[in-house]
């Protein structure tokens, strides 16, 4: 079936890095963008940016550009994002999902599970 | 501040109906760009609920509708549920290639 399986859960000091995988399965990955969104405590979904599978091209909202890099790997259908300078303020759960233009039009049809990140000292 | 603007809370009782709006503006919702509603239930990655203004994608209920007209739209929910209960999020894209979320509803059935 399709899924996107994330990486485990990390707990990174202020001014670290962190990178969160996403692997995709049940369909053909470098025919449908794949975004990701954030989710602070309590607080309600963020979109961070969007990267094609298929060139690898990418678009980062304004607010994360510079300390966002979202990459892929197509011989293992996975695509990555990598949060660099971390403050506490980036603590959240960090979800890639995929964007099914075929079908759905923009909508974002298949979620990861979901990967949280700790920022803390 | 999201671009895209919901109501914090609505509630209602099971059986009844419920609306839940999504107010944009000329550079999203009211440029064309479709609004699609997720559900998210506690402790889980979101669920495409609406896609295009007024698809149910296969499997959710027909109880469950959007519509569009303007720079708003609406989702509404008819014959409550108690598994209803959960926080809804519209979406759409923005002229700024953006695609930014409604800040989120949370669904109360009394």
């Known amino acids: 079936q399709v899924q996107l399986v994330q990486s485990g859960a990390e707990v990174k000091k202020p001014g670290a890095s962190v990178k969160v995988s996403c692997k995709a399965s049940?369909?053909?990955?470098?025919?449908?963008?794949m975004h990701w969104v954030r989710q602070a405590p309590g607080q309600g979904l963020e979109w961070m940016g969007i990267i094609n599978p298929s060139g690898g091209s990418t678009s980062y909202a304004q607010k994360f550009q510079g300390r966002v890099t979202m990459t892929r790997d197509t011989s293992t259908s996975t695509v990555y994002m990598e949060l660099s300078s971390l403050r506490s303020e980036d603590t959240a759960v960090y979800y890639c999902?995929?964007?099914?233009?075929?079908?759905?039009?923009?909508?974002?049809?298949?979620w990861g599970q979901g990967t949280m990140v700790t920022v803390s000292s | 501040q999201s671009v895209l603007t919901q109501p914090p809370s609505v509630s209602g009782a099971p059986g009844q109906r419920v609306t839940i709006s999504c107010t944009g503006s000329?550079?999203?919702?009211?440029?064309?760009?479709?609004v699609h509603w997720y559900q998210q239930l506690p402790g889980t990655a979101p669920k495409l609920l609406i896609y295009g203004n007024s698809n149910r994608p296969s499997g959710v209920p027909d109880r469950f509708s959007g519509s569009k007209s303007g720079t708003s739209a609406s989702l509404a929910i008819t014959g409550l549920q108690a598994e209803d209960e959960a926080d809804y999020y519209c979406q759409s894209y923005d002229s700024s290639l953006s695609a930014p979320f409604g800040g989120g509803t949370k669904l109360t059935v009394l």
């Open positions: 049940g369909y053909t990955f470098t025919s449908y963008y």
């Open positions: 999902a995929r964007e099914d233009s075929s079908v759905t039009g923009d909508a974002f049809d298949i």
């Open positions: 000329s550079s999203n919702i009211g440029a064309g760009y479709d």
